[in-house]
């Protein structure tokens, strides 16, 4: 298990980015798959840094899990900013046409169908969000 | 991300080089609004795209809306795994990808 502790910036989704694809990277996994995770680190570590300090900033950590036989990863975001779910939020409807579409919240909606498993808690005033993805087959 | 803008007369055509993501969907978004006065016709080509988060999506729905009122707008060369974004989002019926 690798972590990175980095302060929830956007400026530092570059840095988020390059720490997971090197955990990554001795898995194998298909582009593909690498690009769902990419997406999904994105959309999680973006919504961090601009909600969980607002207006301030503060800490946040990624830790990444690959499991002993390399055929799952687990990536796992702490922070200590106010307590929110995202996967409380209601999935966008997706079959509106173009001109009734909000503007946006389309982020965790897609971490949600990119990952096998996404959870949520609060504990000990940490919001702790845990994604899990297989790295072998590719999710239908 | 680089964008090459290629305009002939009413028509516009945006290449899109590299990541659209969270830092570079900004420019994206000032180069979209910033060039659609007097265009019927925006292409955007994706053949050199390798990623695309949600906020380049919105982008793309911000460009669509805008297209919508003032002429057409065509998404070209989108490859498999960006289609599979465009189709768990519902983008790809709201999106002309030829």
């Known amino acids: 298990m690798k972590e990175l502790f980095i302060e929830a910036l956007t400026d530092n989704l570059d840095s988020v980015l390059a720490f997971v694809d090197e955990q990554l990277e001795a898995t194998e996994c298909s582009m593909k798959i690498q690009m769902q995770i990419d997406l999904a680190v994105e959309e999680i570590f973006v919504n961090i840094a601009n909600y969980a300090y607002d207006p301030e900033t503060g800490p946040a950590t990624v830790r990444v899990d690959v499991a002993p036989d390399g055929t799952v990863v687990t990536i796992t975001f702490v922070d200590n900013g106010v307590p929110y779910d995202p996967l409380a939020k209601a999935d966008p409807d997706i079959t509106l046409p173009a001109e009734q579409r909000e503007i946006g919240g389309l982020g965790i909606f897609l971490v949600k169908k990119n990952m096998d498993d996404v959870s949520y808690e609060y504990v000990n005033g940490s919001n702790i969000l845990t994604l899990k993805k297989g790295l072998r087959s590719e999710k239908k | ?98």
């Open chain 2, 1 to 98: 991300m680089n964008i090459e803008k290629i305009k002939d007369s009413d028509k516009l055509t945006l290449k899109i080089e590299g990541r659209i993501d969270t830092k570079t969907a900004p420019e994206f978004d000032e180069t979209v609004k910033s060039s659609l006065d007097g265009i019927s016709s925006l292409i955007i080509d994706l053949k050199e795209t390798a990623y695309i988060s949600s906020a380049g999506l919105r982008v793309l729905l911000i460009a669509q809306k805008q297209m919508n009122k003032q002429g057409e707008m065509k998404i070209i060369n989108v490859s498999e795994d960006i289609m599979e974004i465009f189709e768990v989002t519902g983008f790809s019926d709201i999106l002309t990808i030829a």
